[in-house]
């Protein structure tokens, strides 16, 4: 029987499961005391505990030990992102790209943009069940929406070991992400709105050295355009470990 994972930012500070967690310890699980599980704190470590009160409101835990810490990944994707008009897709995109691993999610309004407002609440719980569900050891960041704008100035310093992206559909097509990528990395992607960047978008993006590319001859959704970056990055990294 494999030993059940919640998520606890702070567990050695803290001794009693999320209300959430606690309700589905003591409801759905049916977990007893001295139980073991697992708790993730999303920051790189996993730990060991074990259940003392089985609560569906305030489930407590001691005896926390490390067992796993990771110090920094290998490689970080930062994924930038124009939302959807429908947030549903929005929370799709997040739980795949949890599930395969990524470090940090932007959010920012552009021309052709659909969506002036996110609600980043429902997103981190999302986050939180494909982390636990996948057993990575890192939640992303989510950051509040902004302008293309304010992005490309918060980026405008470029370290030497990191890569500045953008998806790009053009004529003729640029280069797939996979003849791009330099392995070990920091990714800074881009995913523009489904109308795309406009021609004076994209022209402001080279011009502060992002570079274009192409997911192949098929023109993808926003969201699956998201997920397809994160999976291509990782497939990448697998390939050449």
Same mark, same amino acid.
């Given at each position: 029987?494999?030993?059940?994972?919640?998520?606890?930012?702070?567990?050695?500070?803290?001794?009693?499961?999320?209300?959430?967690?606690?309700?589905?310890?003591?409801?759905?699980?049916r977990m007893k005391n001295g139980d073991l599980i697992h708790?993730?704190?999303?920051?790189?470590?996993?730990?060991?505990?074990?259940?003392?009160?089985?609560?569906?409101?305030?489930?407590?835990?001691?005896?926390?030990?490390?067992?796993?810490?990771? *110090?920094?990944?290998?490689f970080q994707i930062h994924l930038y992102l124009a939302p959807?008009?429908?947030?549903?897709?929005?929370?799709?995109?997040?739980?795949?790209?949890?599930?395969?691993?990524?470090?940090?999610?932007?959010?920012?309004?552009?021309?052709?943009?659909?969506?002036?407002?996110?609600?980043?609440?429902?997103?981190?719980?999302?986050?939180?069940?494909?982390?636990?569900?996948?057993?990575?050891?890192?939640?992303?960041?989510?950051?509040?929406?902004?302008?293309?704008?304010?992005?490309?100035?918060?980026?405008?310093?470029?370290?030497?070991?990191?890569?500045?992206?953008?998806?790009?559909?053009?004529?003729?097509?640029?280069?797939?992400?996979?003849?791009?990528?330099?392995?070990?990395?920091?990714?800074?992607?881009?995913?523009?709105?489904?109308?795309?960047?406009?021609?004076?978008?994209?022209?402001?993006?080279?011009? *502060?050295?992002?570079?274009?590319?192409?997911?192949?001859?098929?023109?993808?959704?926003?969201?699956?355009?998201?997920?397809?970056?994160?999976?291509?990055?990782?497939?990448l990294h697998e390939i050449q470990a």
């Amino acid at each position: 029987m494999s030993t059940y994972v919640f998520y606890e930012p702070n567990p050695l500070q803290q001794s009693y499961l999320r209300e959430e967690d606690s309700f589905h310890a003591a409801r759905v699980l049916r977990m007893k005391n001295g139980d073991l599980i697992h708790i993730l704190d999303g920051k790189g470590k996993k730990f060991e505990a074990k259940i003392t009160q089985v609560d569906a409101k305030k489930t407590q835990f001691n005896q926390v030990q490390l067992i796993q810490e990771t *110090q920094k990944p290998p490689f970080q994707i930062h994924l930038y992102l124009a939302p959807t008009k429908q947030m549903e897709r929005m929370e799709w995109m997040v739980e795949k790209c949890t599930e395969f691993g990524i470090h940090s999610i932007h959010f920012f309004n552009s021309r052709y943009s659909e969506r002036k407002e996110i609600k980043l609440q429902r997103l981190e719980k999302t986050a939180i069940a494909a982390l636990k569900q996948s057993k990575n050891l890192f939640l992303p960041q989510f950051y509040e929406i902004s302008t293309l704008s304010e992005i490309m100035k918060k980026n405008q310093d470029k370290p030497k070991d990191h890569q500045y992206l953008f998806a790009h559909i053009a004529e003729p097509a640029d280069p797939v992400l996979g003849k791009l990528i330099q392995v070990g990395q920091e990714y800074h992607v881009l995913v523009g709105p489904e109308g795309d960047f406009s021609s004076e978008e994209s022209n402001a993006l080279m011009a *502060q050295d992002w570079t274009p590319f192409s997911l192949g001859n098929s023109i993808l959704r926003t969201e699956t355009a998201g997920i397809a970056v994160t999976h291509a990055i990782h497939l990448l990294h697998e390939i050449q470990a």
